[in-house]
């Protein structure tokens, strides 16, 4: 698990001041929580939000008793990209979350490696699991697709022991296809030279 120093803000601070000092205005929330501002040390956060994103419990220490969170929002710099503030979430002790979790990709498919296709059409799955049992990110095995119809759907991927499917379950996380050529349209006839205007009625009927 990750843990963060925090430090409890005071109230009269600005978000300015607290950004001056090179930490970043936050706040800690959640049903049993009553809203904390807080402050942490800028690189310190930019670190925790690289490893664990929204999918990853977080312990603030140092504002009283220890809480295990998550990152619920984070606020970037349009231009620079720093972060200019973070939500973090703690979830009521003894509760299931309902967390959308990300896949990784793991191994390698002999079907992609045949010179087929490998289409990975889901990216993350939606879960529900207890906080200590929160994964950061799922494995799916791809070295199973061996050819063309095979495919890894929702049900397939394995969960931690208290968690629960909520995508569906036979949603296709990842399937092969073959290749499709595309077949290179027949140049358009060229168009007929019109016909010429038919010759004058020889003889034209005189008035």
């Known amino acids: 698990m990750l ?31 009553t809203a904390l501002p807080i402050a942490v040390d800028a690189r310190a956060l930019a670190d925790a939000w690289r490893e664990a994103g929204q999918s990853a419990i977080v312990r603030l220490t140092g504002a009283g008793e ?3 969170t998550l990152f619920r929002e984070v606020q970037f710099h349009p231009v620079s990209g720093v972060i200019l503030h973070a939500d973090f979430y703690a979830p ?20 992609e490696k045949a010179g087929h296709v490998l289409v990975k059409a889901l990216h993350e799955i939606e879960i529900e699991v207890a906080p200590a049992e929160l994964p950061h990110e ?63 009625e020889a003889g034209e009927q005189k008035k």
């Open 138 to 200: 799922l494995p799916v095995d791809i070295s199973q697709l061996i050819e063309v119809g095979d495919r890894i759907i929702a049900a397939q991927i394995a969960l931690p022991p208290s968690a629960t499917l909520i995508t569906d379950p036979e949603e296709i996380v990842a399937s092969v296809t073959d290749v499709v050529e595309e077949k290179e349209e027949a140049p358009a006839p060229a168009p007929e030279a019109a016909a010429p205007p038919a010759a004058a």
């Open 92 to 111: 009521e002790k003894g509760k299931k979350l309902e967390v959308s979790v990300p896949l990784s990709f793991e191994g390698v498919s002999p079907a």
């Open 3 to 33: 843990n963060l120093a925090v430090t409890v803000r005071d109230g009269k601070q600005s978000a300015m001041a607290v950004r001056e000092a090179g930490a970043v205005p936050a706040v800690v929330y959640g049903p049993k929580e």
């Open 66 to 68: 220890d809480k295990d």
